[in-house]
């Protein structure tokens, strides 16, 4: 983290507390920037840095990840109303957000249920689809496969899974690598026992999208959830909607093209904020 950064914690309904790392200039306009499962807010410090100079930026850690509160099941599990919350706190105006994966998911639902309360949106291959049969116990079980990988991987070291991912995907971001480690291992595994993400619901959900909102996605073949078709029906729905590819890239599109995901997301934010 870099050392002019500053780091606290806010208090949400519930008693549920959200840590979260600032660049830290409240005269310029704020970006918020919602991470994806497993990972941690400081899984975007890369592409911070390289925005900051524009923008005071918060990164913050969900709810059951990175230093923010355990999963509780006796507490609400509303990623959404977290976001909001956090945005309340910290009397940010109208920020920017941006969201990956589940990040996305939660910053789309923002924007729906709090059209005045932001700018725009910037959403990396949200895990939109079409309806299928059984597509809830379908989800439990993916969730339930992926909490066995955390689990796996919390008994390998911070070094031994960066090694292990850069040899998996040569062509990951290095530098994002210690942060994305890290944050398996102070990922809570109980939150995949409650997170669900409903994506084949998303028409509904971005027909009430008023913000400007663009959508990055990469190569299907290589993972990436948005289909061309989906991402060009998106934008029809949209009501100020930009669709973005990036080849190359499969569903992390930031952590495997940083440099046109960077250059696409900055002339967006140019233009919109």
Same mark, same amino acid.
């Given at each position: ?84 919350? %956090? +945005?309340?706190?910290?009397?940010? #105006?109208?920020?920017?957000? /941006?969201?990956? &994966?589940? @990040? ?109 909102? %663009? +959508?990055?996605?990469?190569?299907? #073949?290589?993972?990436?959830? /948005?289909?061309? &078709?989906? @991402? ?42």
């Amino acid at each position: 983290m870099r050392n002019d950064w500053t780091q606290g914690t806010v208090s949400v309904d519930d008693g549920i507390e959200l840590f979260y790392t600032r660049t830290g200039n409240s005269d310029k306009p704020a970006l918020v920037m919602a991470h994806g499962i497993t990972d941690n807010g400081l899984c975007w410090h890369q592409f911070a840095s390289d925005l900051e100079a524009d923008f005071d930026i918060i990164m913050y850690d969900a709810y059951g990840h990175g230093k923010s509160s355990r999963v509780d099941p006796n507490k609400r599990f509303d990623l959404i109303e977290d976001l909001n919350e %956090l +945005i309340d706190a910290l009397n940010l #105006e109208k920020p920017g957000v /941006i969201g990956f &994966s589940m @990040g996305a998911v939660t910053a789309a639902g923002f924007a729906a249920r709090y059209p005045e309360k932001l700018t725009a949106l910037v959403l990396e291959d949200p895990p939109w689809h079409e309806p299928q049969e059984e597509d809830e116990e379908k989800e439990t079980a993916r969730n339930q496969a992926k909490k066995k990988q955390n689990l796996a991987a919390k008994k390998k070291t911070v070094k031994e899974l960066q090694k292990l991912k850069l040899k998996e995907s040569p062509n990951w971001e290095e530098a994002i690598l210690p942060e994305w480690a890290q944050s398996k291992h102070e990922f809570d595994p109980a939150f995949f026992d409650h997170f669900r993400v409903n994506g084949s619901n998303w028409r509904g959900l971005v027909n009430t999208i008023s913000v400007p909102t %663009l +959508i990055v996605t990469g190569d299907n #073949e290589l993972g990436a959830h /948005i289909t061309p &078709s989906l @991402g060009v029906e998106a934008i029809q729905l949209l009501d100020k909607g930009e669709f973005g590819h990036i080849s190359g890239a499969g569903h992390c599109v930031r952590y495997e093209q940083y440099q046109p995901y960077l250059t696409m997301v900055q002339l967006f934010l140019k233009r919109n904020m």
